[in-house]
Nanobody
Framework: QVQLVESGGGLVQPGGSLRLSCAAS????????MGWYRQAPGKARELVARIASGGSPNYADSVKGRFTISRDNAKNTVYLQMNSLKPEDTAVYYC???????????????WGQGTQVTVSS
């Protein structure tokens, strides 16, 4: 079973920075794309950033130039560095990992428990 442990959420003032971490574990799985989604009250969950196993990132237009996604494959950990935070970034942030059981070609979605990010003065 794949387990995801998120950390780094909290309250920050506008213009501030925060770094989220998500560590994946699962000895019988290979981890492919990893990413971050967020969901604000009353809104659908949306992609924030995603990074392929080879390191190619993509971002939502709303966070380009402010957020940076990275990963440490040796630690099976994905990070989201968030700079120049705005009140509209306030949401619950969820880590997402595409995992493949070894010896198969199937991929499955796994989600972290979510961490609250609040940007307020």
């Amino acid at each position: 079973q794949v387990q995801l442990v998120e950390s780094g959420g909290g309250l920050v003032q506008p213009g501030g920075s925060l770094r989220l971490s998500c560590a994946a574990s699962g000895s019988i799985f290979s981890f492919n794309a990893m990413g971050w989604y967020r969901q604000a009250p009353g809104k659908a969950r949306e992609l924030v950033a995603r990074i392929a196993s080879g390191g190619s990132p993509n971002y939502a237009d709303s966070v380009k130039g402010r957020f940076t996604i990275s990963r440490d494959n040796a630690k099976n950990t994905v990070y989201l560095q968030m700079n120049s935070l705005k009140p509209e970034d306030t949401a619950v942030y969820y880590c997402n990992v595409m995992a493949r059981p070894i010896f198969t070609r199937s991929e499955y979605d796994y989600w972290g428990q979510g961490t609250q990010v609040t940007v307020s003065s």
